[in-house]
């Protein structure tokens, strides 16, 4: 093509609009930097957020694992507790036992010594009032109560009982023991009796909870 063909207006305006594309297509340097600013920060932000949640995640773990060792230690040591506190009630129930049937021991004979025919001749009251309504009554006494038996004695001439009551020894009744009887009834009482019941409960309940054995 001969430069008088060729359409210069033409081809000027091709250069003009490739410039502009060009232009319209290219970024600046400080555009480029900046759009690359920004993806570095965007990238950085997620990374830490990423990093953030997992390490927020561990925390959570880390302390539900504290927490559930923190509770089997607090069971084992109240297991122990409980078992410490029921050896120790035992070994007291075992202490205050034996104390009681100790101090039993001692005391019942000087009890029975001192109030068995006090107690025998209150019985023997109260059996009179159940039996005051009889044509007969009879009253039995250990033999050698002499004092328990001139108190009964004055007792029934007191009531105006005498003539309807016989009074007899029954040598099969130990000292603070006595017996009343009256049609249809009866009224058996023995203080040596209550004190041996007593003294013999707390001795098997000593044997059925025996000394623990010192380890130590």
Do not use: N
Request: charged share 30%; with cysteine.
């Amino acid at each position: 093509m001969s430069i008088f063909e060729r359409d210069f207006d033409s081809e000027i305006a091709q250069e003009r609009q490739l410039a502009r594309r060009g232009a319209t297509a290219r970024h600046s340097d400080d555009a480029l930097q900046a759009a690359v600013a920004e993806a570095r920060a965007a990238a950085l932000a997620q990374g830490r957020a990423e990093g953030r949640a997992e390490a927020e995640a561990e925390a959570r773990a880390a302390e539900a694992a504290s927490r559930a060792a923190a509770l089997e230690r607090i069971a084992a040591r109240l297991g122990e507790v409980m078992d410490d506190a029921a050896r120790h009630r035992a070994a007291l129930e075992t202490q205050l036992l034996s104390y009681a049937a100790t101090t039993a021991e001692t005391v019942l004979p000087e009890i029975l010594a001192s109030r068995a025919e006090v107690r025998a001749l209150a019985q023997i009251r109260r059996g009179l009032r159940l039996g005051l309504d009889s044509s007969r009554l009879e009253i039995a006494l250990p033999p050698g109560a002499k004092e328990l038996r001139a108190e009964v004695e004055a007792l029934l001439a007191t009531q105006g009982l005498t003539g309807r009551t016989t009074l007899t020894e029954d040598a099969g009744l130990a000292p603070g023991d006595a017996r009343v009887v009256w049609d249809g009834g009866r009224l058996d009482y023995s203080f040596a009796g209550i004190c041996d019941a007593i003294l013999g409960t707390l001795r098997a309940r000593t044997r059925t909870h025996p000394e623990p054995e010192d380890r130590t």
